[in-house]
């Protein structure tokens, strides 16, 4: 990956770096809903909680896709275990099949019968042989067996317009010559294809780009990029890497009125150069540390935001976070360039807090998807063999799952700081909340790693508490492995206290808790 071309701007941007708002109160915390505040039309888009699946180490092949034959229970090749963890997370849409992968993936050789597809060599990651067994038809059918929204990220990179135009027609035409061939291959009725990636960080792996040049090649393949049969398109173009704000000033002005989407890529990684540090040892200074970068995020959302705003003031183009998550040294004895990495409490907390990030910024960001599904960075699951266990990642996601499509309810948060690494800080206590079906959820997370927080809770309305459930873990280190017991999982919580319109509850170092309310 060419990463040189944000690193100017990264340097230029760590002046802000977590420049974050900070309060001088004690270790107690008063979150505050504001119900006045709440704009009805500002749901959070399910698609926030969306997945990414490359063709990856193994995360395809092995941690979702076993084929048939495999010893491995599975249901038409896809792994049980997998499926029933997927569906249980109701993942509401997953990107396929890259990833710097997707600019040299050419889709017609993921067709037909599987022994006769030919292997390439996958080089971007490792060099690993592919043998395209897994393909279109297994990626639609297994969105269809979890239930979620297929997203494609196409090949501007090395491919052509010709090439992108007619897997769009293979996959949603009734009729014509690709129609025809997908019929051919088993599949009679069209799939319904809503989002369409036109290349993947084609400032770099995808094809080395200057934004003017990618600009009008965006133009030129989204032109050809045709609904059939009633299927509509949403455009995705490939966006920014964190501070690269030139990258979307000059997509937006040169191509924003072709576009529903634009990408950005955010990692919670402590430099491109060098270690990134170990998944499952670090001390308390790169923990805090972790959580400055990651809630870095919202000021490198802001920026995009502003300048996309330029030139959509309506907010017409989404901000479609497309890659986000940790990114640590991979494991040791794991093979080279297959990014395979453990899953912490930490992680839990990056995705609390990005989660609530976003929960934020609903009006321009539409969609999310963690980077990635299975083995790959900050994983829901990770699978050896037939063995399979669930990250503490998948809990703050499972933990969140009552968030999706639910409105937003602002909330005001007064709470102590952490310094990190000198003069800079983090907010202790991290919240977010949301009304859906009579029902409220607030979520909260406490990134201290050695106090509880103090908070409470004047909820201004009538509801009451029904539910708590609490992910935290002995050691911010600990994470789930393979055939030994989890120690990091979803328990019931029940420390919440109500008294009429006020909610109390210690936080426990470390945490996160979702409390559900009954409106009444
Ligand atoms: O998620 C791993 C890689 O990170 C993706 O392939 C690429 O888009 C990004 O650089």
């Given at each position: 990956m060419n990463r040189k071309n944000i690193l100017k701007s990264s340097i230029a941007a760590a002046a802000m770096l977590f420049s974050l708002p900070v309060s001088a109160a004690p270790e107690t915390a008063t979150v505050t809903p504001l119900f006045d505040r709440i704009d009805s039309t500002l749901t959070i888009p399910a698609e926030i909680y969306g997945q990414f699946a490359e063709h990856l180490g193994t995360c395809i092949y092995g941690g979702l896709w076993v084929g048939e034959d495999s010893p491995i229970p599975n249901t038409n090749g896809y792994r049980n275990d997998a499926l029933q963890a997927l569906k249980d997370l109701k993942v509401p849409v997953l990107r396929w099949p890259g990833g710097c992968f997707a600019d040299e993936y050419?889709?017609?050789?993921?067709?037909?019968p599987r022994d006769k597809r030919p292997v390439m060599v996958n080089t971007n990651w490792g060099g690993t042989v592919e043998d395209n067994s897994f393909g279109t038809h297994e990626f639609f059918n297994l969105c269809e067996l979890i239930g979620c929204e297929p997203y494609l990220s196409g090949n501007v990179g090395s491919g052509t317009v010709e090439e992108l135009a007619k897997w769009v027609e293979y996959i949603t035409a009734q009729d014509g010559p690709m129609a025809k061939l997908r019929k051919e291959n088993g599949r009679e009725k069209p799939w319904k294809l809503k989002y369409l990636g036109v290349g993947n960080e084609s400032w770099g792996c995808g094809g080395s780009f200057t934004p003017e040049a990618y600009a009008n090649e965006y133009r030129r393949y989204q032109t050809y990029c045709r609904n059939f049969n009633g299927n509509r398109l949403y455009k995705i173009a490939s966006g920014a890497s964190d501070y690269d704000f030139n990258w979307t000033n000059v997509l937006m002005k040169n191509a924003g009125r072709h576009m529903n989407g634009l990408s950005l890529h955010y990692y919670t990684v402590s430099g491109w150069n060098g270690s990134k540090g170990a998944a499952t040892e670090f001390s308390d200074d790169d923990f805090y540390w972790t959580m400055g970068k990651c809630l870095e995020i919202e000021n490198v959302i802001n920026r995009h935001d502003s300048i996309m705003g330029v030139y959509d003031p309506g907010k017409k183009v989404a901000l479609i976070v497309d890659e986000w998550g940790t990114w640590w040294d991979?494991?040791?004895?794991?093979?080279?360039?297959?990014?395979y990495q453990q899953n912490t409490m930490r992680d839990a907390l990056v995705a609390a807090l990005s989660l609530n990030v976003f929960h934020r910024h609903t009006d321009r960001i539409k969609m999310a998807n963690i980077a990635q599904i299975a083995n790959v960075l900050q994983s829901m699951i990770l699978t050896k063999g037939d063995q399979m266990v669930l990250t503490p990642t998948y809990y703050v996601f499972k933990m969140y799952t009552p968030h999706q499509n639910a409105t937003v309810v602002p909330l005001d948060i007064a709470t102590s700081s952490r310094a990190v690494r000198g003069d800079r800080s983090v907010p202790t206590v991290s919240a977010t909340a949301s009304v859906k079906d009579g029902e409220m959820n607030i979520t909260l997370a406490n990134i201290d790693l050695d106090k509880a927080a103090e908070v409470t809770i004047p909820l201004g309305i009538k509801a009451k508490l029904e539910n708590g459930e609490i992910l935290t873990a002995a050691n911010i280190a600990d994470y789930n492995d393979f055939g030994t017991a989890e120690k990091v999982t979803l328990r019931p919580f029940t420390g919440a206290k109500q008294s009429k319109d006020r909610l109390t509850l210690s936080?426990?170092?470390?945490s996160v808790v979702n409390l559900t309310l009954k409106l009444q």
């Open positions: 050419h889709w017609t050789d993921g067709i037909g991979q494991e040791p004895g794991s093979i080279p360039g297959h990014l936080l426990p170092a470390k």
